[in-house]
């Protein structure tokens, strides 16, 4: 079997045909989906980038490899200790260890690894290419390279292959040649010009103010980055941006797709298309980031088409990124090691999986969050805020309320305390089941909060009252009067 795993970072799915988005981005996606089976409840366990990776090949929640965010402790994977023998339990473990034990021959194109400095992205990968420019590279500098490998692989039997792209991760570094195919249409209808005036008056790190997180500087190298939505002009050229990055990427698929088909290979091999997480554009105010637990940070495409699978069909049950390591090994024949967390859902390809009665989901490289999705709800509690002003407690019915404009908790106790119940469930479990006796959440507040935030509180508190929001500066002043006495210090340590 051959198997290619089509990672697009920041990709989230309700910008793709598939899975019904107004604008053509993705018409190679789209026909792939008819192919296979497309997951509408598909989520990370624990976001962003660092974390959802790491959750995805080791097959563990971030609670139990220890990786949940992007900086300190929480960004490395736990000491094993007296245990650990000639090689640890990640490189046993991880899916493409399994894979290589089986006979496959594990090939990754991806900066990935050298980007986070993330050893475990490489356990398991007989060949690597880093594409050398941290994320950075356009999919123009990638799809050569896989060109390459394909001519020199491809008739090959048992390959596993994972591609990388980033276009749809800000600063949306598309060619400037590449003509915007959505000049002419209507980017996002549910933001109104009293929707964007709200969102510009928040306090938000990569908000309609901020899209440089926590400043308007633009990207000179990048003209489709923004440094701020003034207006809905603005508000249309953001996300004709992030459109037309997916749309590229798309181009290059179809190029590469055709290339297999040529070779005889497309029909008898397995390809998926998935990413890290999704992207939150306008949710809770916020643009171009996944820096929150909510329904649209974890969120993502899952398309799989699998030889004599299911053709066409859907699978709206609840499915974690950690599920997918069991599923290909049980697709392969394959057993799961006993540390996955994940469940195989191999019997969804078949019609016949109810997906998981609710996820947990967990954030704290930009905040300290985790969030519950059960039925049609999303709650989310909020530990450290990252400099927004969210509440302890947010509840959003993401079914009637995709775009999470409609915080539900205080008319909903019942509901929430659902969720809570469901995150108190979940977290006994998992505590009871690892050998360690820390929270890696809690690690992260310890060492002074999540990590894009820390160092950056008074610098944040003087943008907002330079442009108006003197009072949002008061009320964070006086929820972390000890981060914002020591940013600056905060800031040396960190950097």
Request: charged letters at 25%; proline letters at 6%; one cysteine or more.
């Amino acid at each position: 079997m051959r198997i290619l795993y089509i990672d697009i970072d920041a990709l989230r799915p309700d910008h793709l045909g598939c899975y019904g988005y107004h604008r053509n981005t993705s018409p190679t996606i789209d026909a792939l989906a008819k192919e296979g089976v497309r997951f509408d409840n598909f989520h990370c366990s624990d976001a962003p980038c660092l974390p959802s990776r790491t959750a995805m090949y080791t097959g563990m929640f971030g609670i139990h490899s220890g990786v949940v965010g992007h900086g300190g402790t929480a960004a490395d994977i736990r000491v094993q200790g007296p245990t650990r023998s000639f090689k640890d339990r990640i490189e046993e473990n991880c899916l493409p260890m399994q894979l290589q034990k089986a006979g496959y021959h594990t090939a990754q194109i991806s900066p990935f690894g050298q980007r986070h400095a993330a050893r475990q992205f490489y356990a398991g990968f007989n060949e690597i290419h880093n594409t050398g420019r941290g994320g950075q590279e356009s999919a123009e500098e990638v799809t050569p390279l896989v060109k390459k490998w394909i001519r020199d692989n491809a008739e090959k039997d048992n390959w596993f292959l994972h591609l990388n792209y980033w276009d749809a991760h800000t600063p949306y570094r598309v060619p400037s040649d590449y003509p915007n195919p959505f000049e002419e249409e209507a980017a996002a209808p549910w933001i109104s010009e009293e929707i964007l005036a709200e969102h510009r008056s928040l306090p938000r790190p990569h908000g309609a103010r901020e899209l440089g997180m926590f400043s308007d500087r633009i990207n000179c190298f990048y003209p489709r980055d923004l440094g701020e939505l003034k207006n809905l002009d603005d508000l249309k050229a953001w996300f004709d941006g992030y459109d037309t990055a997916i749309r590229y990427v798309d181009d290059q698929l179809s190029e590469l797709f055709a290339m297999l088909k040529e070779r005889g290979l497309y029909d008898d091999m397995a390809i998926i298309v998935s990413a890290d997480h999704g992207e939150n554009q306008g949710e809770l105010g916020i643009y171009g980031e996944h820096g929150t637990a909510d329904n649209v940070t974890t969120r993502i495409p899952y398309i799989i088409k699998w030889p004599g699978k299911g053709q066409g069909s859907v699978h709206k049950g609840l499915q974690y990124n950690v599920d997918m390591a069991p599923t290909v090994a049980e697709l392969l024949g394959l057993e799961s090691p006993k540390i996955w967390d994940g469940e195989s859902f191999a019997e969804a390809l078949e019609g016949q999986a109810d997906g998981r009665e609710y996820l947990v989901v967990s954030q704290c490289a930009h905040v300290c969050q985790r969030g519950v999705r059960f039925g049609p709800w999303m709650y989310i509690r909020t530990i450290h805020c990252g400099y927004n002003d969210f509440p302890e407690e947010m509840l959003f019915n993401v079914e009637e309320d995709p775009h999470e404009q409609f915080d539900m908790a205080k008319e909903n106790p019942a509901v929430c305390a659902q969720g809570l119940r469901y995150l108190m469930e979940w977290l006994e479990e998992q505590m009871r089941v690892m050998p360690y006796d820390n929270d890696p959440l809690w690690t992260v507040m310890k060492e002074g909060g999540p990590f894009h935030s820390r160092g950056k509180l008074k610098e944040f508190c003087e943008r907002l009252e330079g442009t108006g929001r003197a009072e949002s500066a008061a009320a964070l002043r006086q929820r972390y009067p000890e981060e914002y006495e020591h940013s600056q210090d905060m800031w040396k340590v960190t950097y």
